[in-house]
């Protein structure tokens, strides 16, 4: 293999880890400030992204699709938080892996009244259509970079609030002791509503980018969980860096694994993860509880 | 000099920067209570945790007789003969008095995990049991459920579930916090008894009871042993007087 | 006052069992077989409820054992024959087991949230190995031409072809590994388990292993839901990755919340509840996964105790069906046993109500 192929892998493997840094980010922060398991973090991810779809079929424009897929996303989370979630914060995990249960089967079904289940696909803008030619015959796609580029926008756009605004200040202490910030007179309640807000908004972003480089299909969502877990368990539970960290991690084990060992690489990042199991079960950045 | 039950060497523990335990050693005698005394964040409670195995340590060692037990986990150093209440009373709260000391002489019955057979048949478990709640004086409690108990009650019960594991050394994190007088002094007349043929590390905040139990006496100070020996030697050692005594009086 | 409170409980079990024994002799074909699945489902939520309800585990990769045991039937499944239970069943537990004891060893590292996740995405790796990989023909799934043989020396001892035998055997495994979860419950291991899912730190200070005790308690209940996914493969003659993927896990944590956690027999009502619901609402309503979902967000909001719960709420306070056994004695704390399966307390007790406090009671005497 080709040192050009090797780096359209290593390209492949970045992007794809950043886009799983973008939606695990924003289940790490519901876990680590609200401390609630959100199952339902993938339901919200495909319904970003048939959010998408349906507002750029009607009107053709991407841009209008993603600001109007992310505020709807983010309106929702918004009210979920105040008539669910607010009530399950310090109930135990079961009751809430339940309820995020059956948020997933309302939110399926609902997209299935609303949208159909009908594998879509999304036209991203004019300008962003074309590829790269980088060799004779290998080619990139001008869309995959841009959508690297927005990831890292926004993931330093996270560190940024999480590490020098006073928001994200209230949210690291949050996270350290939840009773003290309460006690200290900040407004937990409001925090709470918009990091999950936030949380599902980031969910619902992922998929809408990812909607022009790969289907729209029902099942999506629950291959996304599933990676945001393992995301979230390599990195360690609250841990944004961490989250970081194990996307990447991630993305190219899976890019690589595809190339190098096909037969085997949708069990690899298992095996990744049972390796940081065995060597710190409490994830890379995470703490002892 | 009796027999050492229990000794710490050089035992330290760091949490981040912060060292809570720095370089502590001590030996914990059979047939004595050997208290631990120091105001407020000065590593008594890691102390305790590190002798019984609920956090690991950073450094130094932790002997069981001439057994190095420094990195066995909790259970087994259970197994082996330590035993240990907790600061917050940690029983279990909707099981009766015999169900939780049951549960603790389970452990030391030798089917501990026996999978056929109910649990009421154990009859090994059953005896030690019965011993137990007639040494802690809680037999006319027998069959109430533990959160129906008063406070002192349930601290009793709990030196009863250490008292089930058949221990050789028990650590006791500040048995009396929270008690009122009566319950007070039946603990200390309880504590007391303890040391026959065990050894007993006592962490105490109340001076009086520490200085009616104790038959040796080590102070500690952010992290550090500052004074250690009989407590007249303890209770006129100007570093003592400074550091700790006097802010007790104060607290009192 | 005790006895009376309690036979009519055991009175209602026995007519119960013999109305189930009695069911394939008059209820039509389709109503055997809606029951022979509702009672795996049963299975495979009891198998469950041993490590969510008494060792306080949330695992949400059950169904993956589940149907593991189908795949290792399917496989050992000749194309012209049925294959030997006595070779199969063996074969497929102990490889069930072997996966748990690989999983169980690395989840169990973890606590809480974590364990979620991390079981989740195990079973979903079991899930995506059968999907992907050509062996058990990928998304697929593997037919399973002929039911398992039950055979001794050539003669067919049962023949699972015949629904009712099919019906009856599995209504034996499934008394038989309810009481084999109510030994487990009562026997020292269950009261170790119980103890350290109410408190671990203590646990451990009293000497139980932890670990390795809820590693058991993870293969144990990996097995039974194993011997579920057998007979629930054989049943229907077909496995599919779904079978393996965890939104059944899910639902298996659903019937086992709305029978109660605390009871033994309760996973097993909530699986005939929560089966027969969906069988009227497909009947009734296109859109029926809507609907169960909003009655499992309900059930987490008003029925965090079950349908126990429901039961005691009509049913005035003293015959409720567990606070009988205390309340002559001791009122207050026979009220308090009642409310023991509330999930919204976590902390809930170490010998759950049927063994309340009468136990030790009755061992004072000895």
């Keep these: 293999m080709d040192a050009i192929t090797i780096a359209v892998q290593l390209l492949n493997g970045v992007q794809y880890g950043l886009v799983l840094f973008l939606v695990a980010s924003g289940l790490t922060l519901v876990f680590g400030i609200l401390g609630v398991i959100n199952l339902a973090h993938g339901a919200f991810y495909m319904l970003g992204a048939y959010l998408a779809w349906w507002i750029a079929s009607y009107t053709g424009s991407f841009a209008l699709a993603l600001l109007g897929a992310l505020s709807i996303s983010f309106v929702l989370g918004l009210l ?96 350290e002791n939840r009773n003290m910030t309460r006690a200290l007179g900040i407004p937990f309640d409001t925090v709470n509503r918009f ?22 299909f029902p099942g999506m969502g629950d291959g996304m969980l599933i990676l945001s877990f393992v995301v979230v368990v390599l990195g360690g539970i609250g841990s944004v860096t961490g989250a970081a960290l194990g996307a990447l991690m991630i993305g190219l084990t899976d890019t690589f694994g595809k190339v190098f060992f096909p037969q085997v690489s949708s069990i690899l990042i298992y095996v990744l993860m049972a390796g940081v199991l065995l060597w710190r079960p409490n994830g890379l950045m995470g703490k002892a509880p | 000099m009796s027999e050492i039950m229990l000794s710490a060497k050089g035992l330290q523990r760091r949490f981040g920067g912060l060292k809570a335990v720095s370089d502590v050693s001590l030996d914990i005698f059979q047939n004595e209570i050997h208290a631990v005394i ?58 009766t008095v015999f169900e939780n000391v049951r549960l603790a002489a389970q452990a030391h019955s030798g089917h501990a995990l026996r999978m056929l057979g109910h649990v009421r048949n154990d009859t090994a478990a059953n005896a030690s049991t019965q011993a137990a709640i007639s040494e802690t004086g809680l037999t006319e409690r027998s069959g109430t459920i533990a959160r129906f108990m008063s406070h002192g009650e349930q601290r009793q019960l709990e030196i009863a579930m250490v008292l089930a594991t058949n221990p050789r050394v028990i650590l006791l994190d500040e048995p009396l916090a929270g008690m009122g007088q009566a319950e007070a002094l039946r603990m200390i007349a309880l504590i007391r008894a303890l040391k026959q043929g065990r050894g007993v590390l006592l962490v105490e905040h109340d001076m009086d009871a520490v200085f009616a139990l104790a038959d040796r006496l080590t102070v500690m100070a952010d992290g550090q042993v500052i004074a250690s020996g009989s407590p007249d030697h303890v209770r006129n050692h100007p570093a003592v007087r400074t550091a700790y005594l006097g802010e007790h009086e104060v607290a009192a | 006052m005790n006895r009376s409170l309690t036979q009519p409980t055991n009175l209602a079990l026995g007519l119960v069992l013999i109305l189930l024994i009695a069911l394939p002799f008059f209820a039509p074909n389709y109503y055997v077989q809606f029951a022979s699945k509702a009672m795996l489902m049963g299975m495979l939520a009891l198998s469950l409820n ?189 496995v599919a990755p779904q079978m393996l993927g965890w939104h059944l896990s899910a639902t298996v944590l659903v019937m086992v919340v709305l029978g109660g956690m605390s009871s033994i027999l309760g996973p097993i009502v909530g699986a005939f509840a929560l089966i027969g619901l969906e069988e009227v609402l497909k009947s009734a309503f296109e859109h029926w996964k809507l609907i169960k979902g909003l009655i499992i967000i309900a059930l987490v909001f008003a029925l965090p105790g079950g349908l126990q719960q429901l039961t005691r709420l009509v049913l005035p306070k003293s015959e409720g069906p567990h606070t009988g056994k205390d309340s002559d004695n001791q009122p207050v704390e026979a009220d308090h046993a009642a409310n023991l399966g509330s999930l919204s307390d976590p902390m809930t007790g170490l010998i759950q109500p049927p063994m309340t406090s009468a136990n030790a009671k009755g061992l004072q005497h000895v």
């Excluded at chain 2, 690991?56 to 259970?78: C, E, Y």
């Design chain 2, 38 to 95: 120091g105001p407020n964040g000065a590593g008594k409670s890691t102390l305790i945790n590190l002798l019984s195995g609920d956090i690991p340590v950073s450094g130094g060692k932790v002997l069981l007789g001439a057994r190095d037990i420094t990195d066995l986990a909790p259970n087994t150093r259970a197994m082996a003969g330590v035993g240990r209440s907790y600061q917050k009373t940690t029983i279990f709260m909707d099981s």
């Design chain 1, 80 to 175: 979920l938080e105040e008539v669910f979630v607010k009530r399950m914060i310090g109930r135990d995990h079961l009751a809430q892996v339940l309820l995020s249960f059956g948020l997933i089967l309302v939110i399926d079904e609902a997209r299935q009244i609303l949208f159909g289940k009908d594998v879509h696909s999304v036209t991203p803008p004019e300008w962003l259509n074309g590829s790269i030619q980088l060799t004779a015959i290998l080619s990139y796609p001008v869309y995959r970079l841009a959508l690297c580029l927005v990831c890292i926008l926004l993931a330093a756009l996270i560190f940024y609030v999480i590490q020098r605004t006073r928001l994200g200040m209230i949210i690291r202490a949050g996270a």
């Design chain 3, 50 to 238: 041993l490590v969510v309800g008494f060792g306080g585990l949330v695992s949400l990769c059950h169904a993956a054992f589940f149907g593991l045991a189908g795949y290792m039937l399917g496989f050992q499944s000749p194309e012209s024959a049925g294959a030997s239970l006595w070779l199969s069943l063996p074969v497929a537990l102990l490889v069930v087991a072997a996966v748990a004891a690989v999983i169980g060893t690395l989840s169990l590292r973890t606590r809480g949230i974590y364990f979620i996740m991390v079981t989740l995405a195990f079973g979903e790796m079991l899930f995506y190995f059968f999907h992907d990989t050509k062996i058990g023909g990928g998304s697929d799934g593997l037919y399973i031409y002929f039911k398992p043989e039950i055979a001794l020396f050539g003669q067919t001892l049962i023949d699972l072809d015949n629904s009712r035998s099919f019906y009856l055997l599995v209504l034996a495994s499934l008394v038989m590994t309810a009481g084999l979860i109510r030994g487990l419950v009562n026997s020292p291991f269950g009261h170790a388990l119980q103890a350290a899912r109410d408190n671990e730190r203590r646990a451990l200070s009293l000497g139980f292993p932890v670990f390795r005790l809820r590693l058991m308690a993870f293969i144990l209940s990996a097995m039974i839901a194993g011997l579920a996914g057998y007979f629930s493969a054989a049943q229907f003659g077909f």
């Design chain 1, 195 to 216: 990091v999950f807000a936030g949380g599902i908004a980031l969910a619902a972003l992922g998929g809408m980018l990812v909607a022009p480089i790969s289907t729209v």
